[in-house]
């Protein structure tokens, strides 16, 4: 059974940094592209980013283009997204998920079964 864990959250003021970790058990992410996204309170999910299976593609949602980073280290089973100059509308439920693509400028999920997604963690840009 595929478990994905999350994590890395918090507060942090508007222009700050965070670096959210997603690690996988009981499988393996080196035959997966795995994606990032975000879910802020009476809106719908947005997918952040996603990475090919070696990390070699990354795709972004524009809104978070030139300040998260997507990266994986296949022999630690993790995949990062390294958040710089947050923003209070980054605030949301952050969530890896396996399996994603960029298409028409956006990053989706190819699968919506909790069984392929994190519980997610709670990122909060507030002064």
């Known amino acids: 059974q595929l478990q994905l864990a999350e994590s890395g959250g918090g507060l942090v003021q508007p222009g700050g940094s965070l670096r959210l970790s997603c690690v996988a058990s009981a499988f393996t992410l080196d035959v997966y592209d795995i994606g990032w996204f975000r879910q802020a309170p009476g809106k719908e999910r947005e997918g952040v980013s996603c990475?090919?299976?070696?990390?070699?593609?990354?795709n972004y949602a524009d809104s978070v283009k030139g300040r998260f980073t997507i990266s994986r280290d296949n022999a630690k089973n993790t995949v990062y997204l390294q958040m710089n100059n947050l923003k209070p509308e980054d605030t949301g439920v952050y969530y890896c998920?396996?399996?994603?693509?960029?298409?028409?400028?956006?990053?989706?999920?190819?699968?919506?079964?909790?069984?392929?997604w994190g519980q997610g963690t709670q990122v909060t840009v507030s002064s």
């Open positions: 990475s090919s299976v070696t990390g070699g593609i990354t």
């Open positions: 998920a396996v399996e994603c693509l960029y298409r028409g400028g956006t990053v989706v999920a190819r699968r919506e079964s909790p069984h392929f």
